[in-house]
């Protein structure tokens, strides 16, 4: 579950915390938490997963723009694509391009189970190549795979697959070889692109053609081993791997350097970056990360810069509220029209959920008590199914008996709203903006802070 706050794009200033002053030039951000991104427009672009945003620095990393969207629940990374859009990976696998003012472009579905995406700059006249790996932020472990499967897809724009590089390594498990090939992934300029096992200590450079050109090792382990499964603890099934790699990204030109966010522990608690040279992969720096530098920026020289992220992130916060769009109009239980403007002047929790939806089955109870501690004056929800099939959502209603409205979308609502999945909320504010997304469910403490953000908002003129 993550709530984000909507707004605009916010034009504000961050002060640089515990850091050095920027160098002639400035920075460009290489990572932000464990998650690589964008050089775009002059400024650097870095997912937020946390609070479902992707935000925009400055060279003197001060942020420049916030961007939220029910598209962007939980993404995880940003890569250019063209001179004008960014693609963003969500950690469902999908992805969405958006451009620089946070209007959607064009989305598509994972071509693997999960998919990290990678886009190269690309060169003058050339289109951008864009890449899919294994998404290492979301790794089904019960996944088997003919060997015969690409390791790297390569995309057309519109996210269609094109071809396939190099082929999976299936390991004695076969059911893990989806861990045992999902990895970090970047494009160059000319097209190479560059992988990085999550669990192995290995970075690899791909000609165009596939080609491996070379491949470089940390020496971090003596003896490396495939994932295997544990012995098994009653019902629980665990896995034995390391945690190697994180991120790639390639630094700004003329230098070209590969640098790689990766861990010295097999759990990924001490993280380490790694500057390759990409024309032989020979490691020419690292530096070792202390737990609060979650932000890792490169300047013009090429020298590398670590940063507590928290500061540069609480200059993010919106700038105001956007309009909850488009307006429903759908019928209740009854079979009447319920539209957006009945609930105008109150402020409102509308739900998007459907029955075949476990973590709503949660929700709903969590709901029915938030309702019934607001009078009606002052709140409301507006609950919609987006069952197709009515006789469920019926059986469900008889259920759980809510005491709030409950609207029938028909299916159709993914559509209209482009949310990723169930349950998803937005909470409007008495002029029918919004006051922030709320993707899954976050249990008894997400409603505590709920109710207290409800009752601010009532007592606001």
């Known amino acids: ?3 984000a706050l909507a707004g605009c794009a916010a034009l504000v200033v961050a002060a640089l915390s515990a850091c050095r002053s920027p160098a002639p030039g400035g920075f460009t951000l290489l990572f932000l938490g464990r998650s690589p991104a964008a050089t775009l427009g002059g400024s650097s672009w870095a997912p937020d997963p946390d609070n479902s ?32 859009e960014l693609l963003v990976t969500e950690r469902t696998g ?5 451009d620089t003012a946070g209007r959607p472009v064009r989305e598509w579905e994972s071509p693997n189970i999960a998919s990290l995406y990678a886009a190269g700059r690309g060169r003058p ?63 160059g300029p000319d097209g190479a692109v560059y992988f990085a096992p999550l669990v192995r200590d290995e970075i690899r450079k791909y000609a165009p053609n596939g080609a491996l050109r070379w491949t470089a090792k940390r020496g971090l382990f003596t003896k490396e081993s495939d994932p295997e499964f544990l012995p098994p603890k009653g019902r629980e099934i665990e896995v034995r791997h390391a945690l190697v790699n994180v991120a790639l990204a390639l630094g700004p030109p003329p230098n070209d350097r590969l640098y790689v ?3 010295d522990d097999s759990a990924a608690t001490r993280l380490r970056v790694d500057v390759l040279d990409t024309a032989t992969g020979a490691i020419l720096a690292t530096r070792q990360l202390a737990p609060r530098e979650t932000a890792v920026a490169v300047d013009a020289g090429g020298r590398i810069a670590a940063f507590d992220a928290d500061p540069l992130l609480r ?14 109009a759908l019928p209740d239980l009854a079979g009447d029209t319920v539209t957006l403007t009945r609930f105008a002047g109150k402020v409102t929790l509308v739900n998007f959920w459907a029955s075949w939806c476990d973590p709503c089955r949660e929700e709903f109870p969590h709901m029915a008590e938030l309702y019934r501690q607001f009078s009606r004056n002052v709140f409301e929800i507006a609950a919609i199914s987006d069952d197709v099939d009515r006789d469920r959502m019926l059986a469900f209603v008889r259920e ?29 504010d008495r002029q029918g903006r919004i006051i922030e997304r709320i993707f899954g469910f976050g249990g008894a ?17």
């Open 1 to 3: 579950m993550h709530r």
């Open 53 to 84: 945003r992707i935000v925009a620095f400055d060279r003197e990393l001060h942020v420049v723009k916030s961007i939220t969207s029910p598209r962007l629940a939980f993404p995880v990374a940003v890569a250019p694509l063209g001179g004008t």
């Open 94 to 98: 999908e992805g969405v391009v958006l």
């Open 125 to 187: 006249g050339r289109a951008a190549r864009v890449v899919a790996v294994r998404s290492p932020y979301y790794v089904p472990q019960f996944a088997a795979e003919a060997d015969t499967e690409p390791l790297i897809r390569v995309l057309d724009t519109l996210g269609r697959v094109v071809e396939g590089l190099a082929t999976v390594h299936v390991p004695a498990a076969p059911f893990l070889t989806h861990l045992a090939n999902a990895g970090a992934a970047a494009v």
């Open 261 to 263: 966010l990766g861990s």
């Open 315 to 328: 200059a993010a916060s919106p700038a105001g509220r956007e309009a909850f769009v488009p307006g429903f």
């Open 400 to 428: 759980f008996r809510p005491p709030f409205p409950i609207l029938v979308g028909g299916g159709r609502m993914k559509q209209a709203y482009h949310y990723r999945g169930l349950p998803y909320s937005v909470l409007l």
């Open 445 to 461: 403490e997400e409603f505590r802070k709920l109710r207290e953000t409800i009752a601010k908002e009532a007592r606001a003129p």
